[in-house]
């Protein structure tokens, strides 16, 4: 694994613009930035990635199945009691998942570490999907990189297919915050590969989702039922929120399903390690009020059960706080997981995104940041395998 410094295609804006990447730049800081790009080699990408990854889901969904059907684990991870059937009815359901994020230390020198699950509501992956993999072409075309220089990404291929199968020709809401940038452009892209599925959609923001009292059920701005719903917002709102409450009498079927909220809490970072103690790709964790968190000593990482784009978590090193994300987050308890510093290529800090689409291991996406956390506004570099 090498971080690779290369020239940047001057018309990459023009590009980016053509093809509805808008949020390429977060106030005027670059967010995509191709001034650099990281190498690896196949066996790395191969063994050291795409195993790991796919080793991993599997353990996560094995998990799964066990806190769903107890109760002690459900109240561990703070999921509130009145959600407990509607989670394990989708389980018992199968009710399919579409994709998920699995966030790496790596470095190519020891096996890759699981940082966090990003199971639920996962960005990034239009970047991820389209234009790294454009970035790659039109390197390879001016002679950037060097010719023979591939990409492990088939993230677009598989979303295609997933949704033909997922949804079976059925028509499909998309909702989210469609007011942010990010989150429109993630939901237009999977929109799209809906659309190349063969699907029919209909896109609407979170605040549009409405319920009709007669029949019991969630609607949208034309009062047509909304059967299937891709959603890119966590489960942890949709449960807090005012319709939260309507969720378990409603037919819809959602996507991430509900289960998922189970994975996409920081919890199952402790659970892991006790299902599969001393598995490689694991790093120790606890819970952050059990007695034996004490074994990780002065250093670790202080991680809020619900945290995401790294508020509210702190490095602790020595007993002192290396680095830390202010946040809303915390409320709900907290997780420690043993210090195990990202790789530093010259004061840059890689974190690897392994994308799973359908539960197949299918692409990278690397964000970097000078600080050790990565947060939201840390820069997405491109890959290449070499």
Not at 76 to 93: D, H, N, T
Request: charged share 25%; net charge negative.
């Amino acid at each position: 694994m090498q971080r690779i410094v290369c020239l940047e295609r001057d018309d990459w804006r023009e590009t980016a613009a053509q093809c509805g990447f808008v949020f390429h730049t977060i106030d005027g800081e670059r967010y995509w930035d191709e001034r650099a790009y990281y190498g690896f080699t196949l066996d790395e990408i191969e063994r050291g990635i795409e195993t790991p990854t796919g080793e991993i889901d599997a353990m996560c969904l094995e998990l799964a199945g066990r806190i769903i059907s107890d109760e002690r684990y459900l109240r561990r991870l703070k999921i509130p009691e009145a959600f407990w059937s509607l989670i394990a009815e989708s389980w018992k359901r199968n009710d399919r998942s579409l994709y998920g994020r699995l966030d790496l230390k790596f470095d190519g020198n020891g096996p890759a570490k699981l940082l966090e699950y990003n199971a639920d509501t996962p960005t990034s992956i239009f970047e991820a999907a389209v234009f790294q993999w454009t970035w790659l072409e039109q390197a390879i075309e001016r002679r950037m990189i060097p010719a023979r220089a591939d990409q492990f990404n088939s993230i677009h291929e598989r979303l295609i297919a997933a949704w033909k199968e997922i949804a079976a020709g059925r028509h499909v809401h998309l909702t989210g915050i469609t007011g942010n940038e990010e989150d429109a452009g993630t939901l237009a892209y999977l929109e799209d590969t809906a659309r190349q599925a063969g699907l029919s959609t209909r896109q609407l923001d979170i605040e549009q989702v409405g319920w009709r009292d007669e029949v019991g059920g969630f609607v949208d701005l034309d009062d047509c039922d909304i059967a299937l719903a891709f959603k890119l917002y966590p489960w942890e709102w949709m449960f807090h929120d005012a319709f939260g409450a309507k969720l378990k009498d409603a037919p819809t079927r959602w996507i991430e399903p509900p289960w998922k909220a189970v994975l996409s809490n920081k919890g199952i970072l402790p659970l892991l390690c006790e299902m599969f103690p001393n598995h490689p790709n694991l790093l120790p964790a606890f819970f952050e009020d059990d007695p034996r968190a004490a074994e990780l000593g002065t250093s670790y990482v202080r991680k809020p059960l619900l945290s995401r784009e790294g508020a509210n978590v702190t490095l602790v090193s020595g007993g002192m706080p290396l680095d830390e994300q202010a946040g809303p987050y915390g409320a709900e308890g907290f997780v420690r997981q043993a210090l195990s510093p990202l790789p530093n290529f010259l004061g840059f800090y890689p974190v690897i995104g392994s994308w799973l689409v359908n539960h197949e291991p299918c692409g990278l996406s690397i964000r970097e940041d000078e600080s050790p956390i990565t947060g939201n506004r840390s820069r997405f570099l491109p890959h290449a395998i070499l």
